[in-house]
């Protein structure tokens, strides 16, 4: 069973900066592609971003490119999203996501059965 526990949500000023943290077990770590969506009041779930294994690869969606980086550290099995320049277009639930890895990446939210509990960010203007 994949468990992913997220944390660093809150609220922020817009312009401002927070970092989620998405800590995974070892296996997960070093065998799933890990990433984050987000999910708005009344909206549906939003891809964000998500990080490859090995010499890894970063994609990110159109809103938040240049402004959010998603990286890994391999002696905590967490992946972290660092978020600056927020809007308060970026409030939402973030959820950590993670799906085994077979060198295809997937940046929709039905291509994921594990997902964390999510962690509220909210940004006001």
């Known amino acids: 069973q994949v468990q992913l526990i997220e944390s660093g949500g809150g609220l922020v000023q817009a312009g401002g900066s927070l970092r989620l943290s998405c800590a995974a077990s070892?296996?997960?770590?070093?065998?799933?592609?890990m990433g984050w969506f987000r999910q708005a009041p009344g909206k549906e779930r939003e891809f964000v971003a998500i990080i490859t294994l090995g010499v890894p690869n970063t994609y990110y969606s159109d809103s938040v490119k240049g402004r959010f980086t998603i990286s890994r550290d391999s002696a905590k099995n967490t992946v972290y999203l660092q978020m600056n320049s927020l809007k308060p277009e970026d409030t939402g639930v973030y959820y950590c996501?993670?799906?085994?890895?077979?060198?295809?990446?997937?940046?929709?939210?039905?291509?994921?059965?594990?997902w964390g509990q999510g962690t509220q960010v909210t940004v006001s203007s």
């Open positions: 070892e296996h997960t770590f070093n065998n799933y592609l």
């Open positions: 996501v993670a799906h085994l890895y077979a060198g295809v990446v997937h940046t929709t939210a039905e291509e994921y059965n594990n």
